[in-house]
């Protein structure tokens, strides 16, 4: 392989992209409701930080706009919202855990390997830089999935299913330089209107079922 | 195309602009006696402006308003009549039905207030997903549709609604997450051909330059496209919140979930497949196709045998119908294209009278129950009738106009996959089996006592039915002309 010679905001990409990929490992290791919350606001700052280095380098200014939804949404509202719904259903603060640890751990390692080994056709179109930089985020919308699978409280779920859309930001603003700006803004009121609704669901299935566990919602069945 | 004025544009806006306005007026009044009249004033307007709309694009041609933002040609215009005349005719079901949940306090008035406003903001969000021609707020607007049916599916409060409404909400949202990233692929591929990065996701432009967009990457990307909106399509095995969330919301939102929803997702498939096909020069993404739509109709039509609640067996019937569309957009030649537009408006038509006739159904049994609901013709005939006649259309006997598009579709199949016709036939009639298995004791058996007749509204089920008769019959030159050019954009050429 030839060597590339990466320019500086591409090295600091590439480093902001493996940060935001070791936090998503940090999110399926911890255990702590509090503590995973804090990851994820630390998960949005990088996104944050991402794509204000890719509007300041590549002068896309309507990222800016992104970067204040971003912080805005991810490093703020989402969090606060949910360390206080935490405090207000009085929820257990330790995650049981689905499975054995260490399997979810081997098991999210391959995933980030399936994901270079899916992106691998994508060839000659553009730099190395950009093939990593989809390939991680397509491994942390795969990790997010884990995270949703691994967990068995709602609010773990949500922090998944946020996750997940960090790491489809993430394609959107390091692959492509930013989606057009009508799609961000769209994309972004989803998310605010998501967060609400699992505010509200929270409530709801805490009132029915007397906790947050979603092993307790097993009423509905494939078949008889 | 270019010299029309605004006035052109304005039933296009106007299509758009009364749902997202009625969703606003109904949410500070739905609670009132007034708002399902108000509903269905609503409901009556965007169905004729989108029939104004429907004629201008018949008589002038496909329209993209200034800055590219709309795109409406026969393909999508048809489905924007299509749910605006269902959800017409279930605003006609659902004002009285709702009173009555009303009355007898299954949903309070802040319910009501949500249930009317989301009813309008639902629809908006369906039409803004046909009409869009960005690819971008096609998925904003698909994920807007699951946003704002989610709490209607947890209405009641019972801890079923809210497991259901729970699972639709993180399993449809983890599904449309891999939709935005094979969209986010199309745009990747497609910056590197287009200079101006804002028209970037555009479908005219897209499809212009679609033979120079990157095969590899659009092959991923279809990829997490058909998986990403094949679980709003309820393709098996992404279907498991589908049978939940149609049973157990309001029964006026499984007839708009059921027959039209499943077919906006099917729709953003069909477009994306519209670019990649061009790109690839091959037919890989039908083929991924066929593959899913076979699953998922083979696999619905067994899993309706072992049903017990009403609504959930007649959502795996639409998994099994969505299947059969999807199947036959996979083989992708004009006959069968021609047969699965055609399939998708007699679907829609015939399960939404369906859903109408079981909520009546349900509400004269006080159950969904199939094993409780008995001798429905004895007690009040027209809803046993009603629900006779829709299982006959649906399951595909002549002469309703399931049965036409089905035999086109095999005609089709026999044409491209002569073996797989066998496959067809077989999950045909073990879904008819299934049907029929539990439908004629609901229709026919011994009557259970205790119940007195309710005050039903048949007029709109009627009217479904006359349609599909007169589908079944002869399919009127004006719509076949439409449906055709709509085949001839999709798999370039027509059939008449």
């Known amino acids: ?224 | 195309m270019h010299n029309l004025n605004f006035s052109t544009y304005s039933a296009l806006y106007l299509t758009l602009i009364i749902p997202l306005v009625g969703s606003g007026v109904l949410a500070l009044c739905g609670h009132r006696r007034i708002a399902g009249s108000l509903n269905l004033i609503l409901c009556s307007a965007t169905f004729i402006t989108s029939f104004i709309l429907a004629v201008e694009i018949f008589y002038s041609g496909s329209i993209i308003t200034p800055l590219n933002f709309f795109y409406v040609d026969a393909f999508n215009v048809y489905l924007v009549l299509l749910n605006s005349f269902v959800g017409l005719t279930t605003a006609v079901f659902s004002g009285p039905y709702m009173a009555h949940e009303q009355k007898i306090g299954r949903v309070k008035n802040a319910g009501m207030r949500l249930y009317h406003s989301m009813y309008q903001g639902f629809l908006f969000t369906m039409l803004l997903a046909l009409t869009t021609n960005n690819l971008g707020i096609l998925w904003v607007a698909v994920e807007g549709a699951t946003l704002a049916t989610v709490l209607l599916v947890s209405l009641y409060r019972t801890p079923e609604s809210i497991e259901a409404g729970w699972k639709y909400f993180i399993l449809c949202g983890v599904g449309i997450a891999q939709a935005m990233f094979g969209t986010t692929l199309i745009y990747f591929a497609a910056v590197q051909i287009i200079p101006d990065s804002s028209q970037a996701l555009m479908w005219s432009v897209l499809y212009a330059h679609a033979s120079e967009l990157e095969p590899t990457v659009l092959l991923l990307a279809f990829v997490f496209l058909i998986v990403g909106y094949g679980t709003k399509v309820g393709l098996v095995p992404l279907h498991n919140w589908l049978p939940d969330a149609h049973s157990e919301g309001p029964t006026p939102m499984s007839a708009i979930l059921s027959g039209l929803l499943l077919n906006i997702a099917l729709y953003a498939v069909v477009r994306f497949k519209m670019l990649i096909d061009p790109a690839l020069g091959t037919n890989i993404a039908g083929h991924i196709m066929m593959g899913f739509g076979l699953l998922s109709f083979m696999v619905a039509g067994l899993l309706l045998h072992r049903q017990l609640d009403i609504k959930r067996m007649f959502s795996y019937s639409s998994i099994e119908h969505m299947g059969l569309i999807t199947f036959a957009f996979g083989i992708g030649g004009p006959l069968a294209t021609f047969g699965a537009l055609l399939h998708m408006i007699v679907h829609s038509l015939t399960k939404s009278a369906i859903f109408v006739t079981v909520g009546h159904a349900a509400q004269l049994c006080k159950t969904q129950s199939i094993n409780q609901i008995r001798g429905l013709i004895k007690i009040q005939p027209e809803i046993g009738w009603s629900l006779l006649i829709g299982t006959v259309a649906i399951a595909g006997l002549p002469p309703f106009g399931v049965f036409t598009s089905e035999f086109l579709l095999f005609s089709a199949t026999i044409k491209s996959y002569p073996w797989l016709v066998i496959t067809l036939l077989a999950g045909l009639c073990i879904a008819f089996a299934g049907l029929f298995k539990h439908v004629q004791p609901m229709v026919f058996g011994v009557r259970s006592h205790g119940v007195i007749k309710i005050k039903a509204n048949m007029w709109p089920v009627a009217l479904h039915f006359c349609i599909i008769l007169w589908l079944g019959i002869a399919v009127p030159e004006v719509l076949a002309g439409w449906i055709d050019q709509a085949t001839i954009m999709i798999s370039g050429k027509g059939v008449l």
Do not use: W
Request: charged share 15%; proline share 2%; glycine share 6%.
């Open chain 1, 1 to 224: 392989m030839d060597i590339v010679v990466f320019t500086l905001a591409e090295q600091l990409i590439l480093t902001l992209a493996a940060l935001m990929l070791f936090t998503s490992f940090l999110l399926l290791a911890q255990t702590r409701l509090l503590t995973l919350i804090h990851i994820f606001a630390l998960q949005g700052g990088l996104l944050c930080v991402t794509t204000l280095v890719i509007a300041f380098t590549y002068g896309r200014h309507h990222l800016l706009i992104s970067a204040a939804l971003t912080l805005g949404l991810k490093v703020f509202f989402i969090p606060i919202l949910l360390q206080r719904l935490v405090a207000r259903l009085d929820i257990k603060r330790e995650v049981e855990v689905v499975g054995n640890p260490t399997l979810i751990m081997l098991g999210a390692a391959a995933l980030v390997l399936f994901s270079y080994y899916a992106v691998l056709p994508i060839r000659e179109l553009s730099m190395l830089a950009t093939r990593n930089t989809i390939a991680i985020s397509l491994a942390i919308i795969l990790l997010g999935m884990l995270l949703i699978i691994s967990r068995r409280k709602a609010v773990v779920q949500v922090v998944g299913f946020m996750c997940m859309e960090n790491g489809l930001l993430f394609a959107a603003v390091a692959a492509t330089q930013g989606m057009p700006m009508v799609v961000e803004m769209g994309v972004a009121l989803d998310v605010l209107v998501a967060a609400i609704l699992f505010g509200i669901f929270f409530f709801q299935i805490r009132t029915e079922f007397g906790s947050l566990d979603v092993d307790k919602l097993n009423r509905l069945k494939e078949v008889d």
